[in-house]
């Protein structure tokens, strides 16, 4: 269930090593979602190969059931627009 | 005193989308990057290019299309925030009195670019 929800990011959910991962880790934690952590910098394909997929050139990436949502802004954007949370 | 990658990010953002509004904000003083750095930016796009792409994604991406050099892995550019827009949301948005504030705040890094205190 866990993997409904899976964070690209930089660093991990408890040590983010970048603000902008770090801001959307803080928006699932507080929303109590479950999601899972994947740190991109522990392996330089996933980094290449996640960029690849969503054809998206930054971290962190929200993916919902396989499909990619967004970057820090349009999680902020969501956040703020009540958007996201029917999304959980 | 602006520099290139600035120029070269508001020029091709101009020639895109003909803007009403234009701001290339450059955060990279925010993070832990040498002074005088060009790798982190903020951009605030506000055109009718955007009125058919109706999701933020969508919005986003002919941002990220008309940037690729710049945020390609081997570009120089290691983040980008994006505003993007149409001029009645952003009237709107300025109408309500927001502003767009600073991006979140650098957590270190991943090690991958000079440090500001690096020799």
Redesign the interface.
Known sequence: KANDVVLYM??TKSM????????VAGVLNYMAVDFADVNV?ADEDIR?GI?EFS????IPQLYVKGE???????IT??TLSGELDTLF | AKGPVSEAIAEKLTSAFSPVHLEVRNESHMHNVPTGSETHFKVIVISDKFKDARTPIKRHRLVNDTLKEEVAADGPVHALSIVAMTPEKWQAKLEKGEAVGPSPNCRGGDGSLPKRNEA
């Open positions: 930089k660093g983010p090593q970048c603000g902008f991962s770090s801001r910098l290449t960029k054809d998206w050139p930054t990619f949502v967004g970057g820090c802004d349009i954007e969501m």
